[in-house]
T-cell receptor
């Protein structure tokens, strides 16, 4: 089975531009997570969805960040406008909805805002 | 509130030796899962091993084993017969699924370096 698929793998963009990160979760998984990883802050949960519904977005840094999950097989994380401090690795992850179910990560989207 | 603590920012181990990476957790929930992930320099997060809070036996996966001490709230990862390819960041994580909550809480990680 295919794992979690993220795109783009790498993106370099100029400050002020819109960035859209995409994620396809593992088929059959009903929980989807977006994490951000930086050297300073480690791994941070931005938002997660259960059955396509956003449950907790308290980790979303500010209004410039938004996430959607229009169906069970696709999610986006959008940053508009982007700023240099948004430079990080953004991970999408998915799992079935139980504490014993492993959360599987995509390979990450490496974002650099210059 | 849930919390994961990894007190070892970095560890060194000689190739072929065993190493223990420490992890303690805090939760008031009775049902939870404990996970270890490996992050090599290439950046991906690789699932290694899982332990459920009700599991009576310690989990093992190949060279990885999880030393689960529930009363002490610790879930240490033991890597036996270390290999150069084990050099990476290792993250301990806990998952609790409750009404309205479902997340994986991560520790700050331990960087393991295997010395030839």
């Amino acid at each position: 089975d295919a794992g979690v698929i993220q795109s783009p793998r790498h993106e370099v963009t100029e400050m002020g531009q819109e960035v859209t990160l995409r994620c396809k979760p593992i088929s059959g998984h009903n929980s989807l997570f977006w994490y951000r990883q930086t050297m300073m802050r480690g791994l941070e949960l931005l938002i997660y969805f259960n059955n396509n519904v956003p449950i907790d977005d308290s980790g979303m840094p500010e209004d410039r960040f938004s996430a959607k999950m229009p169906n069970a097989s696709f999610s986006t994380l959008k940053i508009q406008p982007s700023e240099p401090r948004d430079s990080a690795v953004y991970f999408c992850a998915s799992s079935r909805l139980r504490s014993g179910n492993t959360i599987y990560f995509g390979e990450g989207s490496w974002l650099t805002v210059v | 509130a849930q919390k994961i603590t990894q007190t070892q920012p970095g560890m060194f181990v000689q190739e072929k030796e065993a190493v223990t990476l420490d992890c303690t957790y805090d939760t008031s929930d009775q049902s939870y899962g404990l996970f270890w992930y490996k992050q090599p320099s290439s950046g991906e997060m690789i699932f290694l091993i899982y332990q459920g809070s009700y599991d009576e036996q310690n989990a093992t996966e190949g060279r990885y084993s999880l030393n689960f001490q529930k009363a002490r709230k610790s879930a240490n990862l033991v890597i036996s017969a270390s290999q150069l390819g084990d050099s990476a960041m290792y993250f301990c994580a806990m998952r609790v699924v409750q009404t309205g909550a479902n997340n994986l809480f991560f520790g700050t990680g331990t960087r393991l370096t295997v010395i030839p």
